[in-house]
Each structure stands twice: as C-alpha cells, then as structure tokens.
C-alpha cells in the first residue's frame, strides 16, 4: 500500500509593518526597526503616514534601523546646521509678512527631503527593496490618497505637508496634504487573513493639566496631533490590527526633534515589546 503524501507544512504569515504620524516622536519607529533586525525579519510590505512615511521608505530602500539611528543622531546634534537647512527650505521669505501675502515659514517639503534624508534613499518607489505605500489627503475631495509608484520624494512631501507648515503638493491633478488628516496609521485597509500587521502608534497622548499657554507655531501642530490621537482611538476601537504598539514615549512634542536622543533613550523598552508579540503572533499563525 502506497503510504499518502505528508501534507506541505504552511508557510508562515508575510508581515506588514505600518508606521504612524507623530513629527519628532516618530522618532520612536527606529527601535522598532532595529527589533525586526535583530530578529532577522524582513516586511513584505512597509505603509506610512507623514513622519512614518520618511522613516519607512528610508527602511525601505535598505537602511538598517541602526543606520536610520545614527543617521538622524547626527543630523540633529548640530542645531546651526539643522536651522540652516530649514531656512534654505523655506517657501517664503520674512519680508513677505510685512506686505500682506505669502508665510515666511512656510516650507518646501521636497526640498526639506533632500536636505534630511540620507542619499541612500532613492528616486522612485521601484526602486526601493521593500514595496512601500506612502498615505497622503486630498485637500479638496477629503479623501485618503495611497500612493506606491513613480517618483518617491513628492509622494513623501506630500505625506508630510501639515497645513501652515509644510506646502502641499500636487500629484497627478490632485492637491495632497498630510496623510495624518485622514489615516494617521494606515493599516485598516491592510489586513488579511495570512498576514500579521504590526502598526506603530506614536501619536501623542494627552498630557497632565497645564496652564501654560502654547505658542502659535506649538498650537498649529499640538492641533493635528489632538487630531491624530483621535482618529487612532477611533480606528483601533473599531478594528485593531494584529499587533498595536504604542510608541512615542511621555512628554515630547511633535516639533521636538533636539530632543532626538531623549526620544530614541525613552522608546527603547518598545524593542522587547516588539520582539515579544511578534514571536508570540508568528507562534500562534503557524
């Protein structure tokens, strides 16, 4: 008698890593990736939204998480060099104020890119090793926009463009702003049966009563980031994804990126998480 075959043991589940809006506190995705390093795991597919779209195509185009670390280490020790390259950055000029039109902080977004993000990233989205979906709004219609091809700068630009701040972009007839005005963790749309999404939250919680009144350019991005919150509470009370890690750390502001080091020293407890409930879900799929 012919003994039966041994059934094929199933492949394990693809990952996708999904990278939340957050400003400076994004930041906190760096020891994320360097736990998926050490474990020796690669993402099938990488999302993100604003801050978690620089750092994701970053991660996607080959940089390790302990180069993305060294790399935004030393871009922000230098305050000189990091006000200089925002002032190059700049739309408008000063002196615009006093006519009457235009925003003299208003900034260039692919220009802001091209002075920050480590040359190592590439042109375009076909050109990363990881495929990458970058998550941006349509200014006009209201609506979440994906984007995952073409030219990649413009489509990070876009996702970063924080209305006041950073000037929108406009991609293929359509005005973008950021993605975090919709979707601040794009992940709902990315869940499937043979998958583990693991989402990175690192929007801000709120913080103990204070009196202290916020200055004007604080309260612009303190806004989006009440915002934010908001709509992940709302996404992950709805449909949680796989694996929800809440990163970001207590008492860092969105534009608090001298405080890179404080920030990266207050994630570092995420890297246990992450390694434990990934092991844990890869487990439980097999």
Do not use: C
Request: net charge negative; proline share 8%; glycine share 10%.
């Amino acid at each position: 008698m012919t003994a039966s075959p041994s059934p094929a043991p199933a492949s394990p589940p693809e990952l996708v890593l999904v990278l939340g809006s957050g400003g400076a506190r994004g930041l906190s995705h760096i020891p994320v990736l360097e736990a998926l390093d050490e474990l020796g795991i690669r993402p099938a597919l990488i999302a993100g939204s604003s801050m978690g779209a620089i750092i994701g195509a970053a991660y996607a185009a080959g940089l390790s998480g302990s180069e993305l670390r060294e790399h935004v280490e030393k871009t922000f020790r230098d305050r000189a060099k990091v006000v200089t390259r925002l002032l190059d950055a700049r739309v408008g000029k000063f002196a615009d104020l006093w006519r009457g039109f235009g925003n003299p902080v208003l900034l260039d977004g692919e220009r802001l890119l091209d002075l920050f993000w480590p040359e190592k990233v590439p042109d375009r989205f076909e050109e990363l090793g990881i495929p990458f979906l970058s998550v941006a709004t349509d200014y006009h219609l209201h609506e979440e926009v994906v984007l995952g091809n073409g030219p990649l700068t413009p489509a990070i630009a876009a996702s970063l463009a924080i209305p006041g701040l950073i000037r929108p972009v406009t991609i293929g007839g359509r005005v973008l702003i950021d993605g975090g005005a919709v979707n601040p963790l794009p992940y709902d749309r990315l869940l499937a049966p043979h998958r583990i999404v693991l989402a990175i939250d690192t929007s801000a919680p709120a913080m103990v009563s204070d009196s202290r009144v916020p200055e004007p350019l604080e309260a612009l991005v303190g806004v989006s980031q009440i915002l934010t919150r908001a709509l992940v509470q709302r996404m992950v009370e709805r449909q949680p994804p796989d694996i929800l890690i809440r990163a970001g750390g207590d008492g860092f502001g969105a534009l608090d990126f001298f405080k890179t080091q404080a920030i990266l020293d207050a994630a570092a407890p995420v890297k246990e998480e992450v390694k434990r409930k990934l092991s844990q879900a890869l487990e439980q799929r097999v």
